[in-house]
């Protein structure tokens, strides 16, 4: 059985996103149906709905960064009960048997891959799944997580459940704490996570930007300076001092000066995938310091849940604008032109506005 959900969908990869009605099932025994409050907007979002990332499966329901109350459970569920406030991030199934999957690194499913939150195959309905930009969505309950922080905080809460694990996972991955002087490359929607949770952590911070008008932001959300990238005389009075390196852009770009900035056994993680790939670095940047090149992908359900009371703890939260619905492809233009700071969220009751 199912019942009618609303958002906004695109069509097509040349079509603005609009109102769309779609199927979501009645929950099974293991299920929870989630009432959504509000859903960060994910650059993502957009590479998916305009199809720029290959596979994209129309109609197209972005949305993987969730937070709702949840509305009804079935039969077996324990972990959540009707009222709860809770979260859904990028996934919503993963094969549970594989090596990763038994880790609690489901984002690593070795056998299906990861369900997406959105056009992922739906394991029950069939088709593909449809994401946060709607009213309501029904999940597992062991991909649900529970949200601690107080209602002013839910919407700033909302982008944690993709931006705040990405840059969460490599940093604890790492052992990034006390004592270590670490660099977050690039100051968007995951730059900026990137530096709230690695001074939370007890880090040194610094950020790499083309841009030196973001200094002054940098510094509020908690880095110790700005490192203007392109200034060649700033870039060596940092070479060879960090720890780390947690690289955002999304963009291709030159990492050799980023690599000659570690120190010996230093790691620089990617988590902006470009669309086109980067210059192939210098192999001696590598070999004569042994510095690592790694990248990392989103986060487990145990270690997403572990970020969200890490930042319930230390009082963190992304930097949102709230939008109506209506406005979502104001916000994609935007978001092109890198105009906003530093996550839009939508209001999700304005969906009943929109319709």
Same mark, same amino acid.
């Given at each position: 059985?199912?019942?009618?959900? &609303? =958002?906004?969908?695109?069509? $097509?990869?040349?079509? @603005? #996103?609009?109102?769309?009605?779609?199927?979501?099932?009645? /929950? +099974?025994?293991?299920?929870?149906?989630?009432?959504?409050?509000?859903?960060?907007?994910?650059?993502?979002?957009?590479?998916?709905?305009?199809?720029?990332?290959?596979?994209?499966?129309?109609?197209?329901?972005?949305?993987?960064?969730?937070?709702?109350?949840?509305?009804?459970?079935?039969?077996?569920?324990?972990?959540?009960?009707?009222?709860?406030?809770?979260?859904?991030?990028?996934?919503?199934?993963?094969?549970?048997?594989?090596?990763?999957?038994?880790?609690?690194?489901?984002?690593?499913?070795?056998?299906?891959?990861?369900?997406?939150?959105?056009?992922?195959?739906?394991?029950?309905?069939?088709?593909?799944?449809?994401?946060?930009?709607?009213?309501?969505?029904?999940?597992?309950?062991?991909?649900?997580?529970?949200?601690? &922080? =107080?209602?002013?905080?839910? $919407?700033?809460?909302? @982008? #944690?459940?993709?931006?705040?694990?990405?840059?969460?996972? /490599? +940093?604890?991955?790492?052992?990034?704490?006390?004592?270590?002087?670490?660099?977050?490359?690039?100051?968007?929607?995951?730059?900026?996570?990137?530096?709230?949770?690695?001074?939370?952590?007890?880090?040194?911070?610094?950020?790499?930007?083309?841009?030196?008008?973001?200094?002054?932001?940098?510094?509020?959300?908690?880095?110790?300076?700005?490192?203007?990238?392109?200034?060649?005389?700033?870039?060596?009075?940092?070479?060879?001092?960090?720890?780390?390196?947690?690289?955002?852009?999304?963009?291709?770009?030159?990492?050799?000066?980023?690599?000659?900035?570690?120190?010996?056994?230093?790691?620089?993680?990617?988590?902006?995938?470009?669309?086109?790939?980067?210059?192939?670095?210098?192999?001696?940047?590598?070999?004569?310091?042994?510095?690592?090149?790694?990248?990392?992908?989103?986060?487990?359900?145990?270690?997403?849940?572990?970020?969200?009371?890490?930042?319930?703890?230390?009082?963190?939260?992304?930097?949102?604008?709230?939008?109506?619905?209506?406005?979502?492809?104001?916000?994609?233009?935007?978001?092109?032109?890198?105009?906003?700071?530093?996550?839009?969220?939508?209001?999700?009751?304005?969906?009943?506005?929109?319709?």
């Amino acid at each position: 059985m199912t019942s009618t959900a &609303h =958002g906004y969908a695109a069509q $097509a990869s040349d079509t @603005p #996103l609009a109102p769309f009605s779609f199927e979501r099932r009645d /929950p +099974l025994p293991g299920d929870v149906v989630i009432d959504i409050l509000f859903c960060g907007v994910c650059h993502s979002d957009l590479h998916t709905a305009r199809g720029e990332w290959a596979g994209t499966l129309y109609p197209c329901v972005p949305g993987h960064e969730i937070v709702g109350r949840v509305a009804a459970t079935g039969s077996a569920v324990e972990r959540f009960k009707v009222g709860d406030v809770v979260g859904v991030g990028c996934m919503v199934d993963s094969c549970g048997h594989c090596p990763s999957c038994r880790d609690g690194e489901e984002q690593y499913c070795e056998t299906t891959g990861f369900t997406g939150t959105y056009n992922g195959p739906d394991p029950v309905l069939g088709g593909h799944t449809f994401g946060g930009y709607s009213n309501r969505i029904v999940v597992r309950q062991e991909f649900v997580l529970r949200v601690g &922080h =107080g209602e002013k905080d839910w $919407a700033g809460v909302a @982008p #944690l459940l993709c931006a705040g694990i990405t840059t969460y996972s /490599p +940093l604890k991955h790492w052992k990034v704490g006390p004592g270590q002087k670490v660099g977050i490359v690039g100051l968007g929607g995951l730059g900026h996570m990137g530096v709230k949770i690695a001074a939370a952590m007890g880090a040194d911070v610094y950020v790499f930007s083309t841009s030196p008008s973001k200094r002054d932001d940098a510094m509020r959300l908690g880095a110790k300076d700005l490192i203007v990238s392109r200034d060649a005389e700033a870039m060596a009075a940092h070479a060879g001092s960090f720890d780390f390196i947690l690289n955002t852009v999304a963009a291709s770009h030159d990492l050799d000066p980023l690599l000659a900035a570690l120190k010996r056994d230093g790691t620089m993680t990617l988590v902006g995938v470009p669309e086109h790939p980067h210059p192939s670095p210098s192999v001696g940047n590598l070999v004569f310091r042994r510095r690592a090149l790694a990248g990392s992908l989103i986060g487990g359900i145990a270690e997403t849940q572990e970020m969200l009371d890490f930042c319930q703890e230390h009082g963190l939260t992304a930097d949102i604008e709230m939008i109506d619905i209506a406005d979502i492809n104001e916000a994609y233009e935007r978001m092109v032109r890198s105009d906003v700071k530093y996550r839009f969220v939508i209001d999700m009751a304005s969906l009943n506005a929109a319709a």
